[in-house]
């Protein structure tokens, strides 16, 4: 292994974790069903993209998961109320909870429903040394009244990676959502379903992978160092300052 303080002199030797396969190998597996919480984004009395959200529901409880559904109505908008309201209380321990989530939202003017992004921004990045959604697992989904569209998910991508979750690659949109659904609220048989059951399937084996690594796959150099006691960051910052001389 190379000298350290010489190749890289602005790093501190004792916060740098070097990857390992077997770091990766968690100390405790996890018994109980993968947690996931599911998110969607209207108010409507026939809310297309609540329709989709529990077509995946049905889809992950076939597969073993324990779910649960955020109803958004009643919670208010953000920085209205404190968050001691219940609805926002509601959500943070439903986020807590999960270990993997499912966000879906219809397209509106290009972009997701401020019911929707209402959701997400109650959810702190931290709340003291606690983070609500890090390392979660993540899938996407939205709907459309139009044509195929992927402005939506592109819009929840984002928003995933600002909340340091795990975004899984596939994704569904679905075009023209008024036509995919009967009158029961079932989803037909079509591409489009068939889609949804991959995208299901694959945030459950991502879940599955990830849960139980989350801490170790979460921990950051820079989150580290800023952590560390002030003494032992001067202590550092004088050992390199003394390699450049």
């Known amino acids: ?15 740098l ?14 018994t109980h069903a993968p947690r996931i919480l599911l998110l969607y984004g209207s108010l409507r009395e026939r809310s297309y993209s609540k329709l989709l959200t529990l077509e995946a529901e049905r889809i992950l409880r076939h597969f073993g998961a324990d779910t649960r559904v955020f109803d958004p109505h009643g919670l ?3 920085d209205s109320v404190s968050p001691e309201h219940p609805k926002v209380q509601e959500l943070r321990a439903l986020s807590l909870w999960s270990e993997g989530q499912v966000w879906c939202s219809p ?45 939506a998910v592109n819009g929840l991508r984002v928003l995933g990676r600002w909340m340091r979750m795990v975004t899984i690659p596939n994704q569904s949109s679905v075009a023209k ?8 609220g079932r989803m ?13 399937e694959e945030l459950y ?3 599955l992978l990830v849960r139980d ?33």
């Not at 974790?17 to 996890?30: G, H, N």
């Not at 702190?124 to 697992?137: A, H, I, K």
């Open 17 to 30: 974790d070097v990857p390992d396969l077997d770091k990766l190998a968690p100390a405790l597996l996890s």
């Open 76 to 78: 208010p908008m953000v």
């Open 188 to 200: 037909k048989p079509s591409p489009y379903y068939e889609r949804l059951v991959d995208v299901m």
């Open 107 to 151: 397209e509106r003017h290009g972009a997701v429903t401020g019911v929707f992004k209402s959701q997400i921004d109650w959810l702190p990045l931290e709340t003291g040394s606690v983070r609500p959604t890090q390392g979660r697992t993540l899938a996407v989904m939205q709907v459309s009244g139009g044509s195929q569209s992927f402005n």
């Open 1 to 15: 292994m190379s000298d350290l303080p010489n190749e890289l002199p602005n790093i501190s030797a004792a916060h």
């Open 177 to 184: 959502a008024y036509q995919e659904f009967d009158d029961d």
């Open 205 to 207: 084996k991502f879940t």
């Open 213 to 245: 690594r989350r801490d170790y796959l979460g921990s950051r150099y820079s989150e580290r160092l800023e952590a560390a006691p002030a003494s032992v960051q001067a202590l550092a910052g004088a050992a390199m300052e003394h390699e450049r001389q």
